[in-house]
């Protein structure tokens, strides 16, 4: 059975101000989690069409690994990868996720759609009568919401930041009510991991840790970094995406290319020491993620 989660999240934000912001954030954090040898391939990024809409198309690889936590380690191969397909046909976006190893027993979609509310509409994306029989209706507040002690940041907290380009920040409790101007992104996240036995326990973790998770991370930093990206245009901004993907293949590889010397070195000299390995989501440990 699809698991279905509708994820609503408010920003003191335009529309036009997130096309920019979420760009920056995506190539930012993918390429932060690439820095360590496990992380994200950018395969293709480029302009697509299809009838009337116009965006751009991307495909990713996700080398998750030992990013995983120990519990799904346990069955999953070392060398898992995810692949990402994207269109982004601003303000429309949809993303899916397939696993070449689990073929058509594990499938990850992601409609969303960005709109100048605070996230009052009961059925931005469409569903079926059916489907909104078995959503559930998920509202990430980026100042109100709990944070892990492990992941707080000072500079990344809504109620303590301040924009010196745009002076919005120090949200308050009702910010949502009280605050200008504001949208919302609407997310419908379809999960289904069809393998008996632990099918629930994953796609629960799926929904919770690898997307609303990182929903609430990735969205107060888009508010916190502000800063950083409130003055590019789309042209300045596409060429940091591509010099960003392009560092960050270049570290991927690299670090990939050390790992195969160490390992041969490591076989020649009978060491069976393994590499340390990190977590890829943002809140993914061991301990948090059972």
Known sequence: MVLIKEFRIPLPLTVEEYKVAQLFMVATISKKNTSLGEGIEVLENKPFADGATTGFFTRKIFHLGGRLPTWLRSFAPTS???????WNAYPYCKTSYACPLLGDRFSVSI??????????QENCLNLNKEE??????????????????????PEEDPKIFQSVKTGRGKLQKDWMNSTK????????????FRCWGV??????????V??????????????CWIDQWFDMDMESLREFEKKTNEEMNAQFHAKNNDNNNNNNNNSNN?????????????????????
């Open 80 to 86: 898992l990868q995810i692949e990402e397909k994207a």
């Open 111 to 120: 409609e969303t759609r960005y709109e100048p509310d605070s996230g009052t």
């Open 132 to 153: 909104l029989s078995i959503r559930e209706v998920e509202h990430i507040d980026i100042v109100n919401d709990p944070i892990d002690e492990a992941h707080y940041k």
């Open 181 to 192: 101007p504001i949208m919302c992104c609407y997310k419908v996240c379809k999960v289904e």
């Open 199 to 208: 099918q629930n326990k994953v796609e629960n973790f799926i929904q919770r």
């Open 210 to 223: 690898a997307l609303r998770d990182t929903f609430f991370m990735g969205h107060r930093q888009i508010f």
């Open 270 to 290: 009978n060491n069976n020491t393994q590499p340390q390995r990190y977590s890829f989501f943002s809140r993914s440990t061991d301990g948090n993620n059972k």
